[in-house]
């Protein structure tokens, strides 16, 4: 049907130069081959903070469980599922895969709980905010580095397009159809999740992919550790009939997505909007608003949501106790308590050293030519690294470094 192809950002675009367009210049190779956007893709895909969702919650934190979907999964079905729409109606796949498989790298340990927590501390101690969205642009253009030819140190610089989807892929509202805004905006200043619409149809595209990416994951490990009940399930299953006759052994995530893609991609046009039918849009609805009440909300997930807590205020505590407005001192409490906390102080003091004024000494253009972000003798921006750090951390991570704090 490629209904969509006139919309498509390819060089005839209207959009094009200001989709291509990089806050900095991205040195070109003589034998490259990539495109821009795939470019912007592979340098997500080499990404720390991307390697890290592996081990980040999608709602069941921490799991030891190999069935459970973490993070990680989630970005590959939402890559996947942008894939085929984009296929179908006709859009560039390579944007909308660099912007599915970067979307969710600025996501806290602990998943949206983790993401609440690290937002009140923000609010609390230096008047900030923190919202992934904006963190996954904070991480692309400031904190995710890869080295080059020489072995230093750059930060991303990805395109305006992928950075523009990033920041405005909330699937968090129940939006019927989507339509790209027309105009680009400073994207740094940006105040809210959903303050804008994506700039592209590929950026819509991943923004409804990422809901229809997860609610039905959600079910299925629920259903797995037995959080739902019979008369839960039956709740469910009166859900879906209006849109599918369904039983519970075909209750699964490859079902609900093919069905969900399929009339997205026959309801969508150009003139009317991205989104589903009237019967699959209430159904989307009914399934999210079922997932709060009995899943995302269930009583199982309050201790360790508390544990949460604990860990992410454990550790700004511990490292914010440490703050001088001397530079000279500040460095000597940071060695003091590495003897106390290893491993703590030391991946601290290096986020430090590279996005910091804190030892520039230690800071040598051979290594690094990333942006310098903190002013660390000022107690707000010391405050903002701690929880850049922290939201940095994987699960594990996170609660290995609680285990080290509160170990004798």
């Given at each position: 049907m490629k209904l969509f192809i006139d919309e498509s950002i390819t060089p005839e675009s209207q959009k094009w130069e200001k989709c291509i367009e990089r806050e900095a210049i991205l040195i070109d190779r003589p034998d490259e081959i990539r495109s821009m956007f795939w470019r912007d893709y592979n340098r997500l895909l080499h990404s720390k903070a991307y390697r890290r969702l592996k081990h980040k919650t999608q709602v069941f934190q921490a799991t030891q469980n190999d069935d459970i979907c973490t993070r990680i999964e989630h970005v590959g079905h939402v890559s996947s599922v942008s894939y085929t729409i984009c296929d179908y109606l006709g859009l560039n796949k390579e944007l909308a895969q660099a912007i599915a498989i970067g979307h969710d790298i600025g996501n806290a340990p602990f998943g949206h709980d983790g993401e609440y927590i690290l937002a009140h501390l923000a609010k609390k101690y230096y008047g900030g905010t923190f919202w992934h969205e904006k963190n996954s642009l904070h991480f692309a253009d400031d904190i995710e580095t890869l080295a080059n030819s020489t072995g230093i140190k750059q930060n991303l610089?990805?395109?305006?397009?992928?950075?523009?989807?990033?920041?405005?892929?909330?699937?968090?509202?129940?939006?019927?159809?989507?339509?790209?805004?027309?105009?680009?905006?400073?994207?740094?200043?940006?105040?809210?999740?959903?303050?804008?619409?994506?700039?592209?149809?590929?950026?819509?595209?991943?923004?409804?992919?990422?809901?229809?990416?997860?609610?039905?994951?959600?079910?299925?490990?629920?259903?797995?550790?037995?959080?739902?009940?019979?008369?839960?399930?039956?709740?469910?299953?009166?859900?879906?009939?209006?849109?599918?006759?369904?039983?519970?052994?075909?209750?699964?995530?490859?079902?609900?997505?093919?069905?969900?893609?399929?009339?997205?991609?026959?309801?969508?046009?150009?003139?009317?909007?991205?989104?589903?039918?009237?019967?699959?849009?209430?159904?989307?609805?009914?399934?999210?608003?079922?997932?709060?009440?009995?899943?995302?909300?269930?009583p199982r997930l309050n201790n360790y949501n508390r544990y949460a807590e604990l860990v992410l205020t454990s550790i700004f505590e511990t490292l914010d106790q440490l703050f001088n407005t001397d530079s000279d001192k500040l460095l000597k409490e940071i060695s003091l308590n590495k003897k106390q906390y290893p491993m703590l102080i030391e991946h601290f003091e290096n986020w430090l050293i590279k996005y910091s004024n804190f030892a520039p000494h230690l800071r040598t253009s051979e290594k690094y030519q990333n942006n310098i972000i903190y002013t660390v003798t000022k107690n707000s921006d010391y405050r903002k690294a701690i929880v850049d750090f922290t939201s940095s951390l994987s699960d594990n991570y996170a609660i290995q470094m609680y285990q080290e704090i509160i170990r004798f």
């Open positions: 610089k990805l395109t305006y397009a992928v950075r523009d989807g990033l920041i405005s892929h909330c699937g968090e509202v129940n939006e019927k159809v989507i339509f790209p805004r027309k105009e680009a905006v400073d994207l740094r200043v940006i105040t809210s999740p959903n303050e804008f619409a994506p700039y592209t149809w590929e950026a819509c595209v991943v923004k409804i992919a990422d809901k229809i990416s997860y609610l039905g994951r959600d079910i299925e490990d629920a259903l797995q550790l037995n959080i739902l009940n019979s008369n839960q399930i039956e709740e469910l299953l009166s859900i879906l009939k209006p849109i599918s006759n369904i039983t519970f052994e075909e209750i699964n995530n490859t079902v609900l997505i093919h069905n969900f893609i399929i009339d997205l991609c026959h309801f969508s046009s150009p003139k009317t909007g991205l989104g589903l039918s009237e019967p699959y849009f209430q159904a989307l609805t009914r399934i999210k608003n079922f997932n709060y009440k009995h899943i995302y909300l269930h």
